[in-house]
């Protein structure tokens, strides 16, 4: 029974990533919703035959194999083309560029590092939710809090913004986490 | 109403990936190339030492001789035990193992099915395989940060590229192959980098948490319990030994049995972990397996005469023990049998693949500016082509000669790069690694061959290491003599040796 439901949920699986393409391919929204349908039939099957947890997880490494394997095999041959490489003399960079590099490689890390810590630490001690809950979700805070300070600092056209929020959010984060708890 | 993503936002996010690809570009690719191996350690385990006793299940008996041998073997050995751990077989390793750690020293012993314990069977290979992901094989807890570092790192990657696609609806299934190298690898990249991103999101924040949870706990211990990290980790793991280190016999098992059968019939007990062993504050911790549920375990925690303290909760708890249940079973794919971790390991080479071309996207571009890296590409090559080259070399010291596989793993690798400065050109480094890689996995299935017993298991991961090699031995023939030799001399019509156009210095 368990083989029959995820042959049953591969070929639908299959089916909406197939639809996906046709909608991509027309700009036809019923292709889309067929395919959306299909693929929610697919996580059914799913958890069918392994229960919620298990079949969302399956259903969602199956969906990107699958359509992985689509697009690989659905690829667009074409002839080789030499690489043509220019001779031009190199753009020269900016002066100051290597100091400001490193300087929004500090912020990124330290600043980012500190910043995401007392923002997860203040989470664990302060959100209103059981114990356990708050410790477990302030620890995929901080890693993911951390990867989006290194963002802002690498990608803002002025660097004293990200360092002047991050340095507040972890002043802040800091005091909420030193405040006497009853 | 169109959503208008202002092109200077992307711009911006795009030079951000840009960044954190270059300068990270190396250790993404070890952590990404090791973890798709690490998620078949358990299958490698039983592929290096097929002689190793096959445990399918443990009775209660088996469980509590296991633990009672083991403790008197380890104290007989001058070990002070302050943590004993009774590894159950499981579905993934038909293996019974038991463990003596004191601080400095740790022990370990086979475990036949009446719980007699055997003379270890290590699988150093295996072993090396597990920590090269975990840590690199940096102590403790330095290598565990990094990795974890990494995986932050990798979190920003995903996000920023993500965010920087503009065409990501335009170009969904768009994926261009020949043609413009730079093209056609950008392609590759956009395409496996957007469909497979659940997995990556899912892998690399586990991945990040895992590595940092030492250093998270850590800080928690800081501000909220006065520095005590045991009081973190109970607060989190519920009960943990008391401060009495007077000397007490080993617990009796059976009332924790039993409780576990009246409360959870028919779940098979997977470990059995003894904290401070051996004295009077000891607590016992056991999990038992929960096949119905991602967390795939259940953890008890009794004290000495018996009593339950707590249940962990990983399958019915609260919404955060629930999750933080869930975060190894997501990060190593075992959760679904072996044809998960299948899965698991075609994404991750999606992932390394993401990685590879990504960096050929940033080489030819170069090129195309007229500032090309030719080094740069050469030991870009030697890191992504000696991997398998590393891995085999390592496997055949361990299996033919009993050398340890880390610093034939490092010395293969560091052998690539030092070549590629050698050699004169990306093409040749690539041809000359994966004729190496194939010809040393070849040679791995080859050396293990003949070992008894191997099983299903051992002659499948022959069998696929084998033709891997065949694989790569063929790329590489079919890529066309290498510049300079005699074939290569008779091409003297101008064009440049034969072999299809490749997408990149990777050859993707």
């Given at each position: 029974m368990i083989f029959v439901l995820i042959i049953g949920a591969l070929v639908l699986t299959f089916g909406a990533v197939f639809a996906a393409q046709i909608a991509w391919r027309r700009r036809q929204g019923r292709w889309l919703i067929g395919s959306i349908g299909l693929f929610g039939l697919a996580t059914i099957l799913w958890i069918a035959g392994f229960r919620a947890e298990i079949g969302v997880s399956l259903a969602v490494e199956s969906g990107s194999l699958v359509a992985l394997v689509f697009i690989l095999a659905t690829a667009e041959r074409r002839p080789g083309r030499e690489v043509r490489e220019r001779a031009v003399a190199p753009t020269p960079l900016a002066p100051g560029h290597r100091q400001r590099g490193l300087l929004r490689g500090m912020t990124a890390a330290l600043l980012g590092l500190f910043a995401a810590i007392a923002a997860g630490m203040a989470f664990a001690l302060a959100a209103p939710l059981a114990e356990q809950t708050r410790l477990i979700i302030a620890g995929l805070l901080v890693p993911s809090l951390w990867a989006l300070a290194i963002l802002w600092a690498l990608a803002a056209t002025r660097l004293w913004l990200p360092v002047a929020g991050l340095a507040l959010i972890g002043t802040v984060g800091c005091a909420v986490a030193m405040l006497p708890r009853g | 109403m169109k959503l208008a993503i202002p092109r200077a936002f992307t711009r911006a996010l795009l030079d951000a990936h840009s960044t954190l690809g270059i300068v990270f570009a190396a250790l993404f690719y070890l952590v990404c190339f090791s973890g798709t191996v690490a998620v078949l350690a358990d299958e490698f385990a039983q592929w290096e030492r097929p002689d190793a006793p096959r445990v399918t299940s443990a009775s209660d008996a088996a469980l509590i001789r296991a633990a009672a041998e083991g403790y008197a073997r380890a104290r007989a050995g001058g070990s002070k035990v302050e943590t004993l751990i009774v590894t159950a077989p499981s579905d993934l390793l038909p293996r019974m193992s038991v463990t003596a750690y004191d601080g400095r020293d740790e022990r370990t012993w086979s475990v036949d099915a009446a719980g007699h314990v055997l003379p270890p069977a290590s699988a150093p290979w295996a072993e090396f395989v597990r920590e090269h992901h975990h840590s690199f094989n940096i102590p403790d807890p330095f290598g565990r940060y990094l990795v974890g570092i990494i995986g932050t790192v990798l979190i920003a990657s995903l996000i920023s590229g993500l965010l920087a696609h503009r065409r990501i609806i335009r170009d969904a299934f768009r994926l261009r192959r020949g043609g413009a190298p730079r093209l056609a690898a950008a392609d590759l990249h956009n395409r496996l980098g957007v469909w497979g991103l659940p997995f990556h999101l899912i892998v690399a924040l586990t991945g990040s948490l895992l590595g940092l949870a030492g250093l998270i706990i850590g800080v928690l211990a800081l501000v909220?319990?006065?520095?005590d990290q045991q009081k973190a980790i109970a607060a989190l793991t519920g009960p943990g030994p008391t401060a009495d280190r007077r000397a007490a016999p080993l617990p009796d098992m059976r009332p924790m049995l039993a409780t576990i059968a009246a409360r959870s019939p028919g779940a098979p007990v997977t470990s059995v972990l003894f904290l401070?062993?051996?004295?009077?504050?000891q607590i016992v911790s056991l999990t038992t397996a929960e096949p119905a549920h991602l967390a795939r375990n259940e953890g008890w925690t009794f004290s000495p005469?018996?009593?339950?303290?707590?249940?962990?909760?990983?399958?019915?708890?609260?919404v955060g023990m629930r999750i933080y249940g869930m975060i190894t079973p997501l990060h190593y794919g075992t959760y679904g049998g072996l044809p998960l971790k299948l899965i698991y390991v075609l994404l991750g080479s999606g992932l390394t693949t993401i990685i590879a071309s990504g960096m050929s996207v940033w080489f030819h571009r170069r090129r195309e500016q007229g500032r090309p890296a030719p080094l740069g590409e050469r030991l870009w090559e030697a890191l992504v082509w000696a991997q398998p080259a590393a891995y085999a070399a390592s496997a055949i010291g361990v299996l033919l000669l009993g050398w340890p596989p880390l610093p034939l793993f490092w010395g293969t690798l560091v052998g690539a790069l030092a070549l590629s400065n050698v050699l004169p050109d990306r093409r040749m480094v690539r041809q000359v690694l994966r004729a190496a890689s194939g010809g040393l996995m070849i040679l791995a299935a080859t050396a293990h061959a003949?070992?008894?017993?191997?099983?299903w298991l051992g002659v499948g991961i022959d069998l696929v290491a084998a033709l891997l090699g065949v694989a790569l031995l063929y790329r590489s023939v079919r890529a066309g003599p290498l510049p300079g030799c005699r074939a290569e001399r008779r091409r003297s019509d101008g064009r440049s040796a034969g072999g299809p156009m490749e997408a990149g210095p990777t050859g993707w």
């Open positions: - | 909220a319990f006065q520095g401070q062993a051996g004295t009077r504050g005469e018996g009593r339950l303290l707590a249940k962990a909760g990983f399958t019915d708890g609260g003949p070992s008894l017993g191997a099983g």
